[in-house]
């Protein structure tokens, strides 16, 4: 917990240290990709797959969020998605808080089971082009597990934008390459 706590103040630091003539990020978007997962001890076992997420804002602050990524390995597949909502906080001119409480699912072969998970992060465009974000959050499906995500998006338009992120949960590691369009 304390790796994840000085990884949140080095992202607020490098985050708030810019004063780049950006807009906040944009909360109204659709974003498809890859993403390949890795369960760490399981080197035979690294699904790969196809995502989808999204967020709406709904007024200035409150905004729902959904995302279904489909994983195959072999002869197993499974799937995960996050249902949820959250809230938004300007920090500053580019920079914006939220927190999250979402509804999780994650079924396949093996089982179908349902839990929650709450996150809070920062999201902060540090200049008009490049987005960062940091998140820090609370996963429970099976077991609770702290979680830790970093990512990026580079805006090739105001509208179109590609990017990565790194997701760990315990020991499940998720990389995610994306292409993003935002309303």
Same mark, same amino acid.
């Given at each position: 917990?304390?790796?994840?706590?000085?990884?949140?103040?080095?992202?607020?630091?490098?985050?708030?240290?810019?004063?780049?003539?950006?807009?906040?990020?944009?909360?109204?978007?659709?974003?498809?990709?890859?993403?390949?997962?890795?369960?760490?001890?399981?080197?035979?076992?690294?699904?790969?797959?196809?995502?989808?997420?999204?967020?709406?804002?709904?007024?200035?602050?409150?905004?729902?969020?959904?995302?279904?990524?489909?994983? +195959?390995?072999?002869?197993? &597949? !499974? @799937?995960?998605? #996050?249902?949820?909502?959250?809230?938004?906080?300007?920090?500053?001119?580019? %920079?914006?808080?939220?927190?999250?409480?979402?509804? +999780?699912?994650?079924?396949? &072969? !093996? @089982?179908?089971? #349902?839990?929650?998970?709450?996150?809070?992060?920062?999201?902060?465009?540090? %200049?008009?082009?490049?987005?960062?974000?940091?998140?820090?959050?609370?996963?429970?499906?099976? @077991?609770?597990?702290?979680?830790?995500?970093?990512?990026?998006?580079?805006?090739?338009?105001?509208?179109?934008?590609?990017?990565?992120?790194?997701?760990?949960?315990?020991?499940?590691?998720?990389?995610?390459?994306?292409?993003?369009?935002?309303?």
């Amino acid at each position: 917990m304390c790796k994840t706590l000085t990884l949140l103040a080095v992202v607020t630091a490098t985050l708030s240290s810019y004063s780049a003539m950006a807009d906040t990020p944009d909360w109204q978007y659709v974003e498809g990709g890859y993403t390949k997962v890795d369960f760490d001890g399981n080197e035979s076992f690294e699904p790969d797959g196809l995502n989808i997420n999204s967020k709406y804002l709904l007024n200035s602050n409150v905004y729902l969020n959904g995302e279904y990524s489909f994983f +195959e390995e072999g002869e197993a &597949d !499974f @799937d995960m998605l #996050t249902l949820g909502a959250g809230y938004r906080l300007p920090v500053n001119a580019t %920079t914006d808080a939220y927190f999250g409480a979402n509804l +999780e699912r994650l079924g396949g &072969d !093996f @089982d179908d089971e #349902t839990g929650y998970s709450i996150n809070a992060g920062l999201r902060s465009m540090v %200049t008009e082009q490049i987005e960062l974000a940091g998140e820090v959050g609370y996963y429970d499906v099976y @077991d609770g597990e702290a979680t830790v995500k970093i990512g990026a998006n580079y805006y090739i338009t105001p509208q179109w934008a590609v990017g990565a992120s790194y997701e760990s949960i315990d020991e499940l590691d998720i990389l995610q390459v994306t292409a993003r369009y935002a309303f």
